[in-house]
C-alpha cells in the first residue's frame, strides 16, 4: 500500500518562504517520478513541479519556476517542495503526488499520477 503524507504548510506573508515536505510509504519509492500540485476551491487541481525517479531532473510550472525547488531524498523516501518568494495567488491546498509508470515524461497532468496525498494548506497573506 502506498500512502503519502504532507506536512509543512500554513501561513505565511507575502514575499516569505516555505518548505513542504512529503512522506511516502513503500519499498519502490525510488522508482517513481513524483510531483506537486495545488488546488484552490473552485478551480481545478494545478500541476507545480515534478522530479524524476533519481533527482536528476525536474520541471515546473511558469508560474512557480524560479521560485519553487523541488527535491528528493531516496534514502528517507521524502519529496519537498520548497517555495520562496510567495504571493497571495500561491494560496491553496498542496498535494504530492505519486506518477504512475509508463505515462508521459515530465507530465504535468493530474491523470498521469497514481497516489496522493490528503494535502497541506498553504495560506499567503499580504
Known amino acids: 500500500q502506498v500512502q503519502l503524507v504532507e506536512s509543512g504548510g500554513g501561513l505565511v506573508h507575502t514575499g516569505g518562504s516555505l518548505r513542504l515536505s512529503c512522506a511516502v510509504s513503500?519499498?519502490?519509492?525510488?522508482?517513481?517520478?513524483l510531483g506537486w500540485f495545488r488546488q484552490d476551491p473552485g478551480k481545478e487541481r494545478e500541476f507545480v513541479a515534478g522530479i524524476n525517479w533519481n533527482g536528476g531532473t525536474t520541471y515546473y510550472a511558469d508560474s512557480v519556476k524560479g521560485r519553487f525547488s523541488i527535491a528528493r531524498d531516496n534514502a528517507k523516501n521524502m519529496v519537498f517542495l520548497q517555495m520562496n518568494s510567495l504571493k497571495s495567488e500561491d494560496t491553496a491546498v498542496y498535494y504530492c503526488a505519486r506518477k504512475a509508470m509508463f505515462t508521459t515524461v515530465q507530465s504535468g497532468a493530474a491523470r498521469d499520477y497514481d497516489y496522493w496525498g490528503q494535502g497541506t494548506q498553504v495560506t499567503v497573506s499580504s
Open positions: 513503500g519499498r519502490t519509492f525510488s522508482s517513481y517520478a
